[in-house]
């Protein structure tokens, strides 16, 4: 049994957190909840047990801790994980503070969970786009060789946390956005997270380089344009491939259907591909709308759907801890 720490478990993927280590029903001895003074002192629901939010301070981890899973922003990644560290905890981060990190492995299980091992003190999640890309172009690559990747990315509010899904509530009875400088309903806004001096977004900037990290591909050409539009919940995105050899779409698709966490949606006589709707709630990655580009020698289309909160957050953090659990 292991003593396990949310921190940010007020927060939208802290919520979820707490429901995905419940349904997977994990060997957890104790539960200790932290987040700011806003919520502290909040009462939870865990398995039937009322627990109760703590505020998080230097002293929080100054106690048995296994396994901590972060989501309270990079700020307090950066601060904490290191003070929990020295305690002996493994934290499991959610924040971009340390994907980048040489030393930290940046994990997406079904990709390359065999690097979880390389440190044992901080384990990066991806951002959640990445999570869901990486998990159907690693099968892309091992089969045909990946030479250049096209990421249109269509991201739903809940990836701004509760303020965003906020935001387009509020749009939608009339009141003026507070989260994002325009109004989300009726528009798509191209702009996630702030602008650098690239002209690129940060968003699209970590899509980028974490693809790289985790494909391990450090040459990768890969371009990027995030859009944030007005669906609670779910990012879609098109990816664009083009390949060192020519692909076979029975074959590929022979290997979605049979992939551990895909899910293939693919009928279009059927009017059949990935929907935010059907992910929302579930932890597969959703792929569909597999076909060649004909505007290049060998390249490919696929539309790749996954909830964001929960494949692109908790879910794939929990089934870091799992693996974790499993090698102790
Ligand atoms: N939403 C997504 O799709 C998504 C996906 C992947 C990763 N992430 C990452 O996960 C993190 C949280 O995202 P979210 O969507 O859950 O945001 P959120 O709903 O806004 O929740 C933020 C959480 O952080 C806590 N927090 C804020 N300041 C704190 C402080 N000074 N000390 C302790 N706790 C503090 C909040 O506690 P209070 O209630 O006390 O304010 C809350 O629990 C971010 O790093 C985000 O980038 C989000």
Same mark, same amino acid.
């Given at each position: 049994?292991?003593?396990?720490?949310?921190?940010?478990?007020? +927060?939208?993927?802290?919520?979820?957190?707490?429901?995905?280590?419940?349904?997977?029903?994990?060997?957890?001895?104790?539960?200790?909840?932290?987040? *700011?003074?806003?919520?502290?002192?909040? !009462?939870?629901?865990?398995?039937?047990?009322?627990?109760?939010?703590?505020?998080?301070?230097?002293? *929080?981890?100054?106690?048995?801790?296994?396994?901590?899973?972060? @989501?309270?922003?990079?700020?307090?990644?950066? =601060?904490?994980?290191?003070?929990?560290? =020295? !305690?002996?905890?493994?934290?499991?981060?959610?924040? @971009?503070?340390?994907?980048?990190?040489? *030393?930290? #492995?940046?994990?997406?299980?079904?990709?390359? *969970?065999?690097?979880?091992?390389?440190?044992?003190?901080?384990?990066?999640?991806?951002?959640?786009?990445?999570?869901?890309? $990486?998990?159907?172009? !690693?099968?892309?690559?091992?089969?045909?060789?990946?030479?250049?990747?096209?990421?249109?990315?269509?991201?739903?509010?809940?990836?701004?946390?509760?303020? +965003?899904?906020?935001?387009?509530?509020? +749009?939608?009875?009339?009141?003026?956005?507070?989260?994002?400088?325009?109004?989300?309903?009726?528009?798509?806004?191209?702009?996630?997270?702030?602008?650098?001096?690239? +002209?690129?977004?940060?968003?699209?900037?970590?899509?980028?380089?974490?693809?790289?990290?985790?494909?391990?591909?450090?040459?990768? #050409?890969?371009?990027?344009?995030?859009?944030?539009? #007005?669906?609670?919940?779910?990012?879609?995105?098109?990816?664009?491939?083009?390949?060192?050899?020519? $692909?076979?779409?029975?074959?590929?698709?022979?290997?979605?259907?049979?992939?551990?966490?895909?899910?293939?949606?693919? /009928?279009?006589?059927? &009017?059949?591909?990935?929907?935010?709707?059907?992910?929302?709630?579930?932890?597969?990655?959703?792929?569909?709308?597999?076909?060649? /580009?004909?505007?290049?020698?060998?390249?490919? &289309?696929?539309?790749?759907?996954? /909830?964001?909160?929960?494949?692109?957050?908790?879910?794939?953090?929990?089934?870091?801890?799992?693996?974790?659990? !499993?090698?102790?």
């Amino acid at each position: 049994m292991y003593n396990i720490a949310i921190v940010g478990a007020s +927060g939208l993927v802290g919520g979820t957190f707490l429901k995905v280590l419940e349904e997977r029903n994990l060997p957890i001895k104790n539960l200790y909840l932290f987040a *700011s003074t806003r919520s502290a002192g909040k !009462k939870v629901i865990f398995k039937g047990k009322t627990l109760i939010i703590e505020e998080l301070t230097e002293k *929080s981890f100054d106690r048995k801790i296994d396994i901590a899973l972060f @989501s309270a922003g990079g700020d307090i990644s950066k =601060k904490f994980a290191p003070i929990a560290n =020295k !305690k002996g905890v493994i934290v499991i981060d959610n924040s @971009s503070a340390w994907r980048m990190d040489k *030393s930290v #492995p940046l994990i997406v299980p079904e990709v390359n *969970s065999e690097e979880i091992f390389k440190n044992e003190g901080i384990i990066a999640n991806p951002n959640c786009s990445t999570i869901q890309s $990486v998990v159907p172009l !690693k099968i892309i690559d091992d089969l045909y060789g990946i030479k250049r990747v096209i990421y249109s990315t269509y991201q739903a509010v809940s990836g701004s946390g509760i303020k +965003g899904m906020e935001d387009l509530k509020r +749009g939608l009875v009339g009141e003026e956005a507070k989260t994002y400088p325009h109004p989300i309903v009726n528009n798509c806004l191209p702009h996630i997270d702030s602008f650098l001096e690239n +002209g690129y977004t940060k968003e699209e900037e970590k899509m980028i380089n974490e693809t790289r990290k985790i494909l391990n591909k450090k040459n990768l #050409p890969i371009t990027a344009t995030c859009v944030r539009v #007005p669906v609670l919940n779910g990012h879609s995105i098109s990816i664009n491939v083009e390949l060192e050899k020519e $692909v076979n779409l029975e074959e590929l698709r022979d290997k979605f259907k049979e992939a551990k966490g895909i899910v293939f949606r693919d /009928d279009i006589g059927n &009017n059949i591909y990935p929907l935010a709707t059907e992910a929302t709630g579930t932890d597969e990655v959703y792929v569909g709308r597999l076909r060649k /580009d004909f505007s290049i020698e060998k390249g490919l &289309n696929l539309w790749v759907v996954a /909830d964001n909160i929960r494949k692109g957050a908790a879910t794939n953090a929990v089934q870091i801890a799992e693996i974790l659990m !499993k090698k102790k």
